[in-house]
């Protein structure tokens, strides 16, 4: 075996833009822990190693997950004021602040009135979106289902008006770019002032469920409550706010797409799951397994240490790319194959350890559902045309830009 310890690739250019899981097998083999200089960071590749950096926040912290690419100058610390972005106390932090945090937001998600809401009104949606263009015998099920489903949900679960979306999505991309674009000033200066809009839009909201309580997600989290610990301040609210209403919809949209693309290569799998639809859940998670949609995060590495005998040195950055470590899984045979038989054990599409998904079971019911509404109304789906599908480069969050799909219309 190879001890190749540096190599320059890029995954996110053809031709491993569509499917960079030979690349990744590759990397599996000749270069498990690689420094790659296209991107200043050590990838690492296998499922062992994968899932002990993510286990050991000691050695691998979160803090730097959401640190933004170029250092804010001050004239932009001064846009940002008290709302400067990089309070992520979920998500980007490490114990004992995550550790609280975090059990607040369990707490805030096993609230009861949350869990028995939110089924019923995701299928109710689901249907409707489904009811738009069941007719037509075609769509584009990016933009008319895998996006929009999140969406509606997220407005939902949040207390968020349907109208007020768009701006919230808008928001959320400029956030994303100031951390993680290479901009000139003035357009950061752009964006900063976009993140204090978002800020006070997320404050407002928080007192507004302060003052009228009601059975969603932002009272639960209010509410929450863990023996010895302090409740959220509103702080901390508006922060963990930031990271759950970014990491909800993006992902769950590219779950769907991705699943709904392997189903749909898969001969026979689509008729399968309309007369078997008890195996969904199972097929969902071989999904997420063969194509996740988070494909990897970073870590920061807080001393010296070594990865499978590599060195790497304090203060590298890590990037743990649990795309290729599902398909390295300990006891699965031939994981470069999608099998919708097969039974699913755990894999890593939501993480593992300290900051393993909160939303896993929320979007594993959004995707069930999603599946089973599909295949039993679209009859005989197919995917249309043949020009290969494209996708959004990107290091972390992976799905088709647009899936277009035809299906049997009854003539009667
Ligand atoms: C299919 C959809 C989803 C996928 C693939 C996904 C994937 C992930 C992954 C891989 C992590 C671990 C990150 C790390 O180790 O650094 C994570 C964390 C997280 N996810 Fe998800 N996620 C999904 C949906 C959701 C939803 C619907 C929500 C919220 C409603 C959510 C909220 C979060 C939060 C807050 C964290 C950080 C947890 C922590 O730091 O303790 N995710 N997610």
Redesign the pocket.
Known sequence: MSNETTRAFNHLAPPHLEDPYPLFEELRREAPVVFNPSFGMWFVSRHEDVAAV?KDPVRFS?AQ?LAPLQEPSPELLAILGNDRSGVYP????DPPV?TRV?GL?IKA?AGPRLAARMEPFIRAITSELVDGFEKDGHAELMSRFAMPL?IR??SQ?FGIPLSEMELVKRWCDDETMLLMGLLPEEQRAELARSIVAYRDFLRALVEDHRANPRPD?VTELIEARAEGESPLDTQELVG?LC???F???L??T??IGNALVSILRAPGAWQTLRDRPEVIPGVLEEA?RFD???QG???TVGEDCRIRGVAVPRGARVF?L?GSANRDLPGVKDPERFDIERAAGPN?????????????Q???I??SIALDELTRRLRGARLAGDAPLSYVPNLVHRGPTALNVAWDVPTS
């Open positions: 993510v979160s997950v979920l998500l980007s932090s995550h975090r937001v998600f999140p949900v997220t679960l997600l963990t990271v759950l209403i990491a909800a919809h992902t769950t590219n779950m997420m996740a949609p988070v995060m970073t870590r743990v649990f890593l599409a939501f993480g593992r350890g300290p900051h393993f998904c909160v939303g896993a929320l979007a594993r959004e995707g």
